[in-house]
């Protein structure tokens, strides 16, 4: 037996006293205060029904709360799954038929419309969390009391809080190996159904070690946290690493412009999807007096476009430091803190983690430069799929290599660029055609914002090139292709150059390519 995440990576001693998290409303948690209630949560959980090993899904709005509920599951010895708070009941179901939880906790206001679904799946236990507002003054280093006798019956209890009033401030960890399930996040799977990824103490742990010291966290950051928190970036890249380095958190509800350049100055490190970065870039406010007090920006879960990171550079000072990882690896590869950071890239594979790139078909291990599937292996990679072993031998290799799905190649430097999904790749006339190499060469035109380059049916060519261009001025169509035919091959020329206003993302700032093809299917279609 070995310890679980909570008691390898939370401080003790001195660090206990130190301030883990801070909301923009002013509550705050300090290390011991974290400690405290998440032995009450894990109390209020093995009083609820919940035994080591069984799942807790969670469907809340993001608080101090959801962060000690988060913690307080996998000090009980459970099996964390957040669920994204835009999940409609229909979706819901789904993911409780396929995790069985033993406890499923929501915010009280959906609690009634969800009684049908919950009774027919018959899900043993169910609580609500609400996120209760403020107590605590800004500015002060009072402990929120969080599930504490003190809030019981405040307008915005849930059901989850009041079951924590009272309970012991001591909890005994349940032991955990390395390989026990900590959590399982379902991917966003751009084809069929979700799949659970089931991460290990032992990837989480790891990971937020490897990512702590490889972006020199130390218990002198204050993280500025305005990602969401039923995702692998907010949750684990974030508050792991927090946790890890014994750092401190600026806690933000969701991603507003206004509020995050307000509490930059207080910070030390941002982590972000690329969309934070291109809105950040529109407010006149942030200037270089802003971000004095950075020492880091991280970005990821997204391709950050080379404007992006010029822009970035000439407004801050600063380069923005890439990553890249998925849910069922955690990261695997970022730029480096020291030595050069390449935009376009995402960097070298991060210690322990090895990464190579090979062919599609036959499974071979292509040389430097060559576009090919990516595949990783390392401590870092989740034990499969829950409950579909099919599914996990069609993604690990017989030498435990994962295959990402991502296409990309690395430079005889190390440097691993990002090409796209496999799934967005296009087979136009028996050629493949990386939408990234085009998207590249719109993105660099003048009055292109952004493009994204999508195949679609075409009798002819079984599948059409065709570019959706966001423009910052009135473009033409035939200009584009014009100008293009002059650098790309004509098999990789797009037939039509369509505009749009703007590109479909999710709340990760994902490009939603599945989204286009759908909306165009029928362009070529007589
Ligand atoms: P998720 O499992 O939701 O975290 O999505 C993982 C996917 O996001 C990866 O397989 C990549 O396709 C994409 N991704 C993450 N980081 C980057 C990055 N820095 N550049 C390009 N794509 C990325």
Redesign the pocket.
């Known amino acids: 037996m070995s310890d679980g995440l909570f008691a390898a990576l939370c401080p003790t001693g001195a660090g206990l006293a130190r301030e883990f998290v801070r909301t923009s409303d002013g509550q705050a948690l300090s290390y011991a205060a974290l400690r405290a209630a998440s032995a009450r949560a894990a109390h209020a959980l093995v009083a609820l029904g919940v035994r080591p090993g069984d799942r807790v899904a969670v469907q809340v709005e993001k608080s101090l709360t959801a962060v000690v509920l988060y913690l307080a599951t996998l000090r009980a010895g459970a099996v964390y799954l957040p669920l994204n708070t835009a999940y409609t009941a229909a979706e819901l179901g789904y993911f409780l038929a396929d995790a069985e939880p033993t406890l499923f906790v929501c915010t009280p206001e959906r609690r009634a419309a969800l009684q049908p679904l919950l009774e027919r799946l018959a899900v043993p236990a169910v609580a609500t969390l609400a996120a209760a507002a403020g107590t605590a003054a800004a500015g002060t280093s009072t402990d929120t009391d969080i599930g504490d006798a003190t809030d019981i019956g405040g307008a915005a209890e849930g059901s989850f809080q009041l079951a924590m009033a009272g309970k012991p401030e001591h909890f005994d960890d349940v032991a955990r190996l390395a390989t026990d399930p900590a959590a399982i996040l379902y991917?966003?799977g751009t084809t069929g159904r979700s799949k659970g990824a089931v991460l290990t103490h032992g990837n989480l742990i790891c990971n937020a070690r490897t990512l702590a010291a490889s972006w020199r966290f130390t218990s002198a950051d204050v993280l500025l946290h305005a990602l969401p928190i039923f995702?692998?970036?907010g949750l684990f890249v974030a508050i792991n690493v927090a946790l890890a380095a014994g750092a401190s958190m600026r806690f933000l509800p969701r991603f507003d412009p206004a509020l995050v350049l307000r509490h930059l100055p207080d910070c030390s490190v941002m982590m972000g999807v690329p969309t934070f970065y291109v809105r950040l870039l529109r407010e006149a406010q942030l200037t270089r007096e802003k971000v004095a007090g950075m020492r880091l920006f991280i970005?990821?879960?997204?391709?950050?476009l080379l404007e992006t990171h010029r822009a970035w550079r000439q407004r801050t000072g600063h380069l923005i430091l890439?990553?890249?990882?998925?849910?069922?690896t955690g990261m695997n590869c970022s730029n480096p803190y020291e030595g050069e950071r390449v935009p376009g890239s995402?960097g070298p594979p991060l210690p322990d983690v090895r990464l190579r790139v090979t062919d599609q078909v036959s499974g071979t291990a292509l040389p430097v430069e060559s576009i090919g599937m990516i595949e990783v292996k390392g401590p870092n990679v989740f034990s499969g799929y829950w409950r579909a072993p099919d599914k996990t031998r069609e993604a690990m290799r017989a030498d435990g290599f994962f295959s990402?799905?991502?296409l990309g190649r690395i430079d005889a430097r190390g440097y691993v660029y990002?090409v796209?999904?496999a799934t967005d790749l296009i087979i136009s006339g028996g050629y493949n055609v990386y939408p990234k190499e085009i998207e590249l060469e719109l993105d660099a035109l003048p009055g292109v914002v952004e493009s994204a380059v999508i195949g679609l049916p075409h009798a002819e060519w079984g599948e059409a090139v065709t570019a959706v261009v966001v423009p910052a001025m009135p473009l033409s169509e035939a200009a584009v292709i014009a100008t293009l035919r002059e650098r790309v091959a004509a098999y990789k020329l797009p037939k039509r150059v369509l505009f749009a206003t703007e590109l479909p993302r999710n709340v990760?700032g994902?490009v939603q390519k599945a989204q286009l093809r759908a909306r165009y299917a029928q362009l070529y279609v007589s």
Do not use: F
């Not at 890439?322 to 069922?328: C, K, N, Q, W």
């Open positions: 991917t966003s995702h692998i970036h970005s990821g879960s997204a391709p950050l890439e990553r890249y990882g998925l849910t069922e995402v990402t799905g991502d990002i796209g999904r990760m994902k």
